[in-house]
């Protein structure tokens, strides 16, 4: 079962996409859009009828919605297996960062940065309440020749089985800058998020009870720019 935020729309909506392209059939998609969430569970059952999806509209920079979210994804489908914290903005106005107010930069951190950490934290502590039974279908060499060298146990893939995995979707933004990209301008909630996805995979590992164990993963993604519900108003104002 795939969790994914910042579902209705852009990069969210190819993700939930991808999952059922690649054989998932139980999603939630967690987005603010309630009416955009609808659209898109449509297409997932129209990509596979076996497909089931829980729709949820949440805004992840409230803890108390972040929590609801997992705790109805945990009722309707029993288990988080994969997921995806994809849900993000930019400041408005898209100005220079010396010319942003205050609220806006607050606004910006409580959903990329906070709103992400919410969804982490929920999401690892429902991970580790569940039994590593997660088979994966594809694993690089290096990890067999690590996992050869350590005498760990794995099954007939080469991957141990796993209690879940979870992705960070970052940005660009991270690594470089833009002048007029505000309060990610900055890279600090980008480059804090990068933060958050190592401390989860040590959550994780030290949770395995072994140094070595490789089995429950937390990700960060960059992403580059790509056009949504909260970009398509800037684009044509000021083009990068």
Not at 26 to 51: F, G, H, M, P, Y
Not at 75 to 86: P, T
Not at 128 to 151: D, P
Not at 181 to 189: E, K, L, Q, R, T
Request: aromatic share 6%; net charge neutral; with cysteine.
């Amino acid at each position: 079962m795939a969790l994914i935020t910042g579902a209705g729309s852009g990069i969210g909506r190819a993700i939930a996409h991808t999952f059922v392209k690649e054989g998932c059939t139980r999603l939630v998609l967690a987005d603010i859009n309630e009416a955009s969430l609808q659209t898109v569970s449509a297409e997932l059952k129209e990509l596979d009828s076996s497909v089931k999806t829980l729709a949820v509209k949440a805004d992840i920079s409230s803890e108390m919605e972040v929590e609801n979210l997992v705790d109805a994804a945990v009722k309707e489908f029993g288990a988080i297996h994969y997921a995806v914290n994809n849900a993000g903005i930019t400041s408005k106005p898209r100005v220079r960062t010396h010319e942003l107010e205050t609220s806006s930069w607050e606004r910006v951190l409580d959903v990329n940065l906070r709103g992400t950490w919410f969804c982490q934290r929920a999401e690892l502590r429902q991970m580790l309440k569940q039994e590593a039974t997660l088979h994966t279908r594809r694993v690089f060499q290096c990890l067999k020749l690590f996992m050869a060298t350590w005498r760990l146990t794995t099954e007939r893939t080469g991957a141990p089985s796993q209690r879940g995995a979870i992705v960070n979707v970052s940005s660009v933004f991270g690594i470089l800058s833009h002048p007029t990209v505000g309060a990610v301008c900055s890279g600090y909630d980008k480059s804090c998020l990068n933060c958050i996805s190592l401390i989860a995979l040590v959550v994780l590992c030290h949770q395995s009870r072994s140094p070595w164990h490789v089995a429950d993963r937390c990700h960060r993604l960059w992403e580059g720019w790509h056009p949504g519900e909260f970009s398509s108003s800037w684009v044509c104002e000021d083009p990068v």
